[in-house]
């Protein structure tokens, strides 16, 4: 059973960094795709980065330059470095992992269908103030 747990949130002021993990076992596929998802109140979970078992990455553009995701596989762990948030970078943020899937690249794309990925963690709150 895949078991992912998201840690390393907090509360920032605008303009400050923070970096989530997101701790995974269990992963039974040879290769795989795991990404980032941001939910703020009252507003539709959306992808943040993805990232596949062999490093390629891909971002949403608001985010892009300003966020980074990376993946230690030694350490099972799944990062997201982000630096000079905003306050609307303010959300839930969760990580997530799918195995391959036909026609389906590990790209953002991807994540426009939740359904498309099995495993989740519980998520960690960031909020960033002004």
């Known amino acids: 059973q895949v078991q992912l747990a998201e840690s390393g949130g907090g509360s920032v002021q605008s303009g400050g960094s923070l970096r989530l993990s997101c701790a995974t076992s269990?992963?039974?596929?040879?290769?795989?795709?795991m990404a980032w998802f941001r939910q703020a109140p009252g507003k539709e979970r959306e992808g943040v980065a993805t990232?596949?078992?062999?490093?390629?990455?891909d971002y949403a553009e608001s985010v892009k330059a300003r966020f980074n995701i990376s993946l230690d596989n030694a350490k099972n762990t799944l990062y997201l470095q982000m630096n000079s948030l905003q306050p609307e970078d303010t959300a839930m943020y969760y990580c997530?992992?799918?195995?391959?899937?036909?026609?389906?690249?590990?790209?953002?794309?991807?994540?426009?269908?939740?359904?498309?990925?099995?495993?989740w963690g519980q998520g960690t709150q960031v909020t960033v103030s002004l």
């Open positions: 997530a992992a799918r195995p391959p899937l036909p026609f389906t690249p590990c790209a953002l794309q991807s994540t426009r269908d939740r359904s498309h990925f099995p495993a």
């Open positions: 269990g992963i039974p596929w040879t290769n795989y795709c």
């Open positions: 990232i596949n078992n062999f490093g390629t990455t």
